[in-house]
């Protein structure tokens, strides 16, 4: 029988239910495995209204069955949340309220109720006071794999992924070292083969502009070029490092499937002018699948009816992927 997944509404005062409403009323027009959102039903009911969204909400229970996501009503596994306006600025006071969220899907998937999880956006620094990195580094904590855990930002056409994720660039040679780089690249090898049954294509990029560096001791030569060397051993198709300036550029000729950076930005920023909202994060290495919309929580457009929910839907449809 076909396991549902959960939808966790995220940061309160955010795009998150805006891109909820309009996932749902377009779910007809491709196709999804059934689903649910684990949120505040008072909320969501204040903010259809004010974003004006005929959608009928139905309170279901832990103990649900597939009859009840059934239907055209908006199932919802309720938390509870009290907030007199729709949207107000963002703060601490949610923090329970999302970290309670997280524990009741992660219960869900324990109980398999649930094939995985998506998260709506939360605001990192507001949510996690530099405790953690980010979404990715907190579930993977909390399932006990630290350190195992790799951000795959995914696209069809080409997947990015950072080997370091959100830490000031002053700290990235520091934290690069050969055992990370084999050992990310084999999670996110292990992933294509057990999904897609393909033996992917993935290019190592150096850190240094051009791969240089007039140290004698480059990252390049010390760290990236050794780690690719053993990677290959594996029979593993990797490649690299190559040249950060030109790798967007020649994915199509080299036929990659995925690009593995040194920093964040290094491959977010080209990899998001060339696909915009048409990707998602997905994070390796647990012990379930938890994806989220490859964007944050938008809050100069809370409240307007102006949000993409493309990378929601990309989301949602790629646990068709998932058995």
């Not at 990029?205 to 001791?217: C, I, M």
């Not at 029979?235 to 000729?253: A, C, N, Y």
């Not at 929580?297 to 929910?309: L, T």
Request: proline share 6%; with cysteine; hydrophobic share 40%.
């Amino acid at each position: 029988m076909t396991k549902p997944i959960a939808i966790i509404a995220g940061e309160p005062n955010s795009i998150s239910s805006e891109i909820i409403f309009k996932s749902w009323k377009l779910r007809k027009r491709y196709i999804h495995k059934p689903l649910l959102v684990i949120g505040s039903i008072q909320l969501l009911n204040l903010q259809k209204k004010r974003l004006k969204y005929h959608i009928r909400i139905k309170k279901i229970k832990s103990n649900f069955n597939m009859e009840d996501l059934n239907g055209n009503e908006l199932p919802v596994y309720n938390v509870e949340y009290k907030q007199k306006k729709p949207f107000q600025k963002i703060s601490n006071k949610s923090n329970k309220y999302i970290f309670k969220s997280f524990d009741i899907a992660i219960d869900l998937i324990k109980n398999k109720k649930i094939l995985g999880f998506i998260n709506c956006p939360v605001s990192k620094q507001t949510l996690f006071k530099n405790k953690y990195q980010g979404i990715t580094e907190f579930l993977s904590k909390k399932a006990n794999v630290e350190d195992n855990e790799v951000m795959l930002i995914y696209n069809k056409k080409l997947s990015v992924s950072p080997l370091t994720t959100h830490i000031p660039l002053d700290q990235v040679s520091k934290k690069i070292n050969k055992l990370k780089i084999i050992k990310k690249v084999k999670i996110i090898y292990n992933f294509y083969k057990k999904i897609f049954n393909i033996n992917p294509n993935i290019a190592v990029l150096g850190l240094n502009p051009h791969n240089f560096s007039p140290a004698k001791k480059s990252e390049e030569k010390e760290i990236i070029l050794p780690a690719i060397k053993t990677i290959k051993k594996s029979r593993i198709k990797v490649i690299g490092p190559i040249s950060p300036d030109t790798s967007f550029m020649l994915f199509k000729r080299y036929k990659l499937d995925v690009i593995l950076g040194m920093y964040h930005d290094q491959v977010l920023s080209p990899f998001k002018a060339l696909f915009e909202y048409n990707a998602i994060n997905i994070t390796l290495g647990l012990p379930y699948i938890r994806i989220s919309p490859d964007h944050g929580v938008a809050e100069n457009i809370i409240g307007k009816n102006i949000a993409n929910p493309r990378s929601l839907i990309e989301s949602i449809k790629f646990f068709n992927y998932i058995k």
